[in-house]
């Protein structure tokens, strides 16, 4: 009994000093580009985060990825191929996550996985009361996403799609 009631206090004195993201406040947004010309935007949502004293998690729902730069026929082609096993294979992999280790002048310091393949990652952030932005850039190649990358496939022309994908994120805590 005392074991029970001891471990109740404990889930309750953690979940009371969690402080977990305002995700209706925060917004977080990717963008991928070819090397020459085109380039696409859009918001990605978050199905959990929690931040607290430097440390934290972030879990994407990848099954939510927009672009907002394009419409109608070319937007529904453009979603399909990118949620594809070409890109993200979000059927397989419909989360990715970025684990925060610590917070520490002006840089964030942790984990990026994505399709099960996890990265450090140090990323630049600011601080602004309860609010944190930052810009996340990462070399998608490292993750399996390798599709229209130049240093795995020759002749692609001006078709080549830059390997670095960028995050940029605004999260709130409560």
């Not at 993201?21 to 959990?48: C, Q, R, Y």
């Not at 240093?151 to 994908?165: C, P, R, V």
């Amino acid at each position: 009994m005392k074991f029970t009631m001891l471990l109740f206090a404990l889930l309750v004195s953690v979940s009371i000093n969690a402080e977990t993201v305002n995700l209706k406040k925060s917004s977080f947004t990717w963008k991928g580009a070819k090397i020459v010309g085109d380039s696409h935007t859009g918001p990605i949502k978050m199905k959990e985060a929690v931040f607290k004293n430097g440390k934290g998690y972030f879990i994407a729902d990848m099954t939510t990825i927009d672009a907002t730069d394009l419409k109608g026929e070319w937007k529904t082609k453009f979603l399909k191929h990118i949620t594809s096993d070409d890109f993200f294979a979000i059927k397989k992999y419909p989360t990715a996550k970025l684990e925060i280790n610590k917070v520490d002048n002006g840089y964030m310091y942790g984990k990026l996985t994505v399709k099960d393949k996890s990265h450090d990652v140090t990323v630049p952030i600011t601080k602004n009361g309860n609010t944190y932005s930052g810009e996340l850039g990462f070399d998608r190649t490292k993750y399996g996403v390798i599709y229209g990358s130049g240093n795995f496939f020759k002749n692609l022309g001006d078709k080549i799609i830059a390997d670095t994908i960028t995050l940029n994120f605004k999260f709130v805590t409560k």
